[in-house]
């Protein structure tokens, strides 16, 4: 028997520790009542879950899952955090994106909680021109700038630095980055004519002269755009790294200065646990490159929640989206993050969406103290492990890159954009066939609401790598709807037939219901297929009903005039069923043929 001390919480002491083998046992036993034969070990692998990039998730981690040894923060390998004392003194630094020229939005931002700005420059964003008067009123001594000017990141730099000049900001105080990132530029636009030299000499004056300004920006966020997995960003983000550093150094720089001169950009998703994984294992990874480099310090890191995830339908689901991602963000140590607008997928945010942006941050700060702690998931088993993990597929990912030639290379051969692709095509079943849900549009959609709408933004640089939505497949059926309703007054709808009492029929009447709306088709329940208005009906029931009714139904239905039926149910022997529709099936092929068949272009 386990001997606990006298810690005045003795409850249970006296019975014997569980051992993971009787845990097994368990779980084998509610497997086999569901109908699946499994014992030991393969009854914890059937409840794993595959993620990307060929890892899993089990469903328990103990303390013989084991990982390496994470040091402490401020020290390699920089696992627990780039600064010894984390974010603990005030919190990250709350960074707001601006794309337009909008002066009294950048005021309201830095009054409001916002400690840095994001300015987005020349094509797709703010003028050149207009720095200076977007800057008015801004003590640039006090709210570092970032710079992302793409093609223009010369002319706009000597731009912000001549402010700096202008109102007497000393060079020793100025903070920020110059945002230059030519690899970044070539994957959103696909140019490769973009000259380092100016970026070198942006890099040697500010470490000459600039103490506190950086130069170069790894924008990870191109390669998360263009659906690459957690692995792949890490991978692309070190190539980059890596082929900025020995440019830098090639022009003159030492390999401290060049490895000073960078700070790394990436995407936080509402995948918790992922985006926790994965900022650690970059400052890991990055640790390794620059031990081999011989540059001391950790990974500067700018973490943004994700685009990709953001649903142009029930945007205001997005402010959840963006808050499970932002105190990922923070829980994995990002120095500085940006949470995009609810509205960013519809245009420019207006003052309310911005407002609740920087909140997040606030909130996540101030009321719910996340920063008091430094690594606040070190520790956990779980974290850990996954963190060993993908810092492991991350660099292999990189070997790959490097053995291509590089990132230069690899993005001009077009290995990049395959295995983006390849990515994004089994992600992208998953989403078709609901198996990672969206809310609000695969999931719970409301036919009823009104699109939100805002001003149009900037367009953004094309060319190069695409920019993939999770809700891309849906939102180009819930646009053929609209176009409909437009035209005729009315929505696709269907006929749900309900067999039997309540009891028998709503979960599946339920699920019907839920899986065509999310393809803009209404579902009518009440009254009779004729009274209906639909050409297409769905029967829900029980398989006992099934088994007794079904055929007889859909004979009717289709004397009727129905031209298709349905079934919410696995797929049987069913006389004058057409189709059937259940958990797992391929609900954007199902609502797209639907659609076809009504009609609807």
Not at 172 to 200: H, I, K, M, Q
Request: net charge negative.
């Amino acid at each position: 028997m386990t001997v606990l001390p006298d810690d005045g919480l003795s409850l249970a002491a006296e019975f014997p520790d569980a051992t993971h083998e009787q845990w097994q046992r368990l779980v084998a036993g509610v497997l086999r009542k569901s109908g699946k034969e499994v014992s030991d070990d393969a009854a914890e692998d059937a409840l794993s879950t595959a993620l990307e990039d060929g890892l899993r998730a089990r469903p328990l981690y103990t303390a013989h899952d084991s990982a390496p040894d994470p040091g402490v923060p401020g020290f390699a390998p920089f696992v627990r955090g780039g600064r010894a004392e984390g974010n603990t003194l005030g919190g990250w630094d709350v960074r707001q994106q601006h794309t337009a020229a909008d002066g009294a939005a950048v005021l309201a931002d830095l009054e409001n909680g916002v400690t840095s700005l994001w300015l987005v420059i020349g094509e797709g964003g703010i003028p050149v021109s207009s720095l200076g008067r977007v800057l008015d009123g801004v003590y640039l001594d006090l709210a570092p700038v970032v710079l992302d000017a793409g093609r223009e990141v010369d002319p706009a730099a000597r731009e912000l630095l001549r402010l700096h000049g202008e109102r007497g900001v000393a060079k020793e105080a100025a903070r920020g980055n110059l945002g230059a990132d030519p690899l970044g530029f070539e994957a959103r636009t696909g140019d490769d004519g973009f000259d380092f030299a100016p970026v070198a000499a942006l890099a040697r004056r500010c470490a000459e002269e600039y103490p506190g300004l950086r130069a170069l920006t790894v924008d990870a966020l191109a390669y998360h755009e263009a659906g690459g997995s957690a692995a792949q960003e890490l991978g692309s983000s070190l190539a980059t790294g890596v082929a900025y550093l020995r440019a830098l150094t090639e022009a003159g720089l030492t390999v401290e200065q060049a490895a000073a001169q960078l700070e790394f950009r990436y995407a936080a998703t509402a995948d918790q646990f992922l985006t926790i994984a994965k900022l650690r294992a970059a400052r890991r990874l990055w640790a390794r490159v620059a031990e081999v480099c011989g540059a001391p310090g950790g990974q500067v890191q700018h973490a943004v929640t994700s685009p990709v995830m953001m649903s142009r339908r029930d945007p205001w689901v997005n402010m959840l989206r963006t808050t499970v991602a932002t105190l990922a963000a923070g829980v994995g140590g990002a120095d500085a993050v940006t949470v995009l607008p609810f509205d960013h997928a519809l245009g420019l945010p207006d003052a309310f969406a911005r407002r609740i942006a920087r909140n997040t941050s606030t909130i996540l700060v101030e009321e719910s103290h996340l920063s008091r702690v430094i690594d606040p998931a070190g520790g956990s088993w779980y974290v850990e492990r996954l963190t060993d993990e993908l810092a492991h597929a991350g660099w292999e990912f990189f070997q790959r890159i490097e053995q291509e030639g590089g990132q230069a290379a690899a993005l001009r051969s077009g290995r990049l954009r395959q295995d983006f692709a390849d990515t994004w095509a089994a992600r992208s079943a998953k989403l078709a066939k609901r198996r990672e849900p969206i809310t609000g549009v695969s999931e719970f959609p409301n036919l009823a609401e009104r699109l939100v709408e805002r001003k149009a933004a900037p367009v953004q640089p094309s060319g190069g790598l695409p920019r993939v939505r999770r809700d891309e497949a849906y939102e180009a059926l819930r646009a053929r709807s609209d176009a409909h309703l437009a035209a005729t007054g009315s929505r696709p709808r269907i006929f749900l037939a309900a067999l039997g009492p309540a009891a028998a029929h709503t979960a599946r009447l339920s699920f019907a219901s839920n899986l065509f709306q999310a393809g803009g088709i209404e579902p009518v329940t009440e009254g009779s297929f004729e009274d209906s208005g639909a050409t297409e009906v769905c029967l829900c029931s029980s398989d006992a009903l099934y088994e007794e009714r079904a055929a007889e139904v859909a004979a009717s239905l289709k004397s009727a005039g129905a031209a298709q039926v349905f079934l919410a149910g696995r797929p049987g022997q069913y006389p004058g069923v057409d189709a059937y529709v259940f958990a797992g099936c391929d609900a954007v092929a199902v609502l797209s043929a639907t659609l076809d068949r009504m009609g609807v272009s």
